[in-house]
């Protein structure tokens, strides 16, 4: 979730977690852009990660402890052809290691405490599934997936080696893209120095409004600025929309819906 954080005056928050052993793209909000973070939770993320057959872990990746084997190893056709099964909407239960809260608690470190967990089932949609890549020498394959909010890659890789009649857990994860922040559009934390930080942000900090980029916008007038900093009531020219946002000073000065 979003977490804020105050340096002097200006609140930054990040926009939603990764796994211990993943890299990529988190957003990172600034100032008034924070009470957008929402927009982006929600979002389309694109993942890459490889799963090695063969073994399940305690967490689903290479960190956890190895809790069953399995002798069959599928093919790159079967990784191939399995994608297309997951496509859609389908039913995950969450894994025991994660920052979801159970009683207020993460599940994660009630279940590091020895503590039992149960997760959930919830559904969950996965719009693109590929295989890009196959690996023999490691019993390995590597997938890219574009998926909703609340897709947990653990079980979509565990759950693509049970379907394969195998098991399996995530070697590499990688986030490659949250709605519209992909890599290109990020900072390599790895090329960051004392020296070149300050450059590197200035060139990297994108407009508020292109979290906003797939929303109908309508630019207004003093007057219903006025009435919506005041929480009155508007009539707006425009069609029904689920949500739209208003423009005001070439700012962003509301969301809602007609």
């Known amino acids: 979730g979003l977490v804020k954080k105050s340096i ?21 909000a600034l100032g008034e852009a924070t009470k957008l973070s929402s927009f982006l939770m929600d979002a389309r993320k694109e993942y890459r990660f490889k799963v090695r057959f063969g073994a399940t ?55 590091r405490a020895g503590e ?3 997760m959930k089932p919830r ?48 070697l590499e994860l990688a986030r490659l893209r949250v709605g519209v922040f992909d890599e290109a559009s990020s900072i390599n934390l790895s090329t960051v120095s004392q020296e070149n930080i300050k450059a590197i942000l200035v060139s990297k900090i994108q407009n508020t409004e292109v979290v906003l980029d797939d929303i109908p916008v ?21 069609s029904d929309t689920p949500q739209l946002w208003l423009k005001y000073n070439g700012k962003v000065l509301a969301i809602g819906s007609i």
């Open 8 to 28: 002097g005056k200006v609140k930054v928050g990040h926009t939603g977690t990764l796994d211990v052993e993943a890299e990529g793209v988190l957003p990172i």
């Open 57 to 111: 872990t305690d967490t689903g990746d290479k960190a956890g402890k190895v809790t069953g084997t399995s002798t069959h190893i599928p093919t790159y056709q079967d990784c191939i052809d399995i994608c297309s099964s997951f496509l859609g909407v389908i039913t995950q239960t969450p894994p025991k290691y994660s920052a979801l809260k159970i009683s207020g608690k993460p599940a994660y470190k009630l279940a």
């Open 116 to 118: 039992e967990v149960v």
């Open 123 to 170: 559904q969950v949609t996965i719009f693109a599934l590929r295989c890009t890549g196959y690996h023999p020498s490691e019993s390995s394959a590597e997938f890219i997936s574009e998926c909703s909010k609340g897709t947990y890659i653990r079980t979509l890789a565990e759950d693509i080696s049970l379907s394969l009649q195998s098991l399996g857990f995530v």
């Open 218 to 238: 309508q630019e207004v007038d003093v007057d219903i600025a006025h009435k919506v900093r005041c929480g009155q009531k508007v009539i707006l020219s425009l």
